[in-house]
Nanobody
Framework: HVQLVESGGGSVQTGGSLTLSCEAS????????MAWFRQVGGNEREGIGA???????NYKNGKRGRFTISRVYPKKTLTLEMDNLGPEDTGMYYC??????????????????WGQGTQVTVS
């Protein structure tokens, strides 16, 4: 049974940085694709990037550079480093997991397990 718990959200000033964490239980790194998503500005949930069992990371268009995804072993923690944040980045951030390591992309409909989300506010 996969469970995901995000943390690290909060308030930050424009131009600042923030690192989010996602603690994953019930996940086998070699068999799961992990990803970060966000929902900002009243828009639909959008993908930021996904990481597979080889630590290959696929970022969605426009997300590479300001966002960095990584995994921390052996704690099974997924992290999202965010730099040069602006008000447009304000919203809820989610990590997600799905079984299967192939074609690991941050496509919302591909993921079956989600964390509760953590709020990021940039002002």
């Amino acid at each position: 049974h996969v469970q995901l718990v995000e943390s690290g959200g909060g308030s930050v000033q424009t131009g600042g940085s923030l690192t989010l964490s996602c603690e994953a239980s019930g996940v086998t790194w070699g068999r799961h694709c992990m990803a970060w998503f966000r929902q900002v500005g009243g828009n639909e949930r959008e993908g930021i990037g996904a990481i597979d069992n080889r630590d290959w990371i696929n970022y969605k268009n426009g997300k590479r550079g300001r966002f960095t995804i990584s995994r921390v072993y052996p704690k099974k923690t997924l992290t999202l480093e965010m730099d040069n944040l602006g008000p447009e980045d304000t919203g809820m951030y989610y990590c997600a997991a799905r079984a299967g390591r192939d074609d690991c992309y941050a496509v919302t409909s591909d993921f079956e397990t989600w964390g509760q989300g953590t709020q990021v506010t940039v002002s």
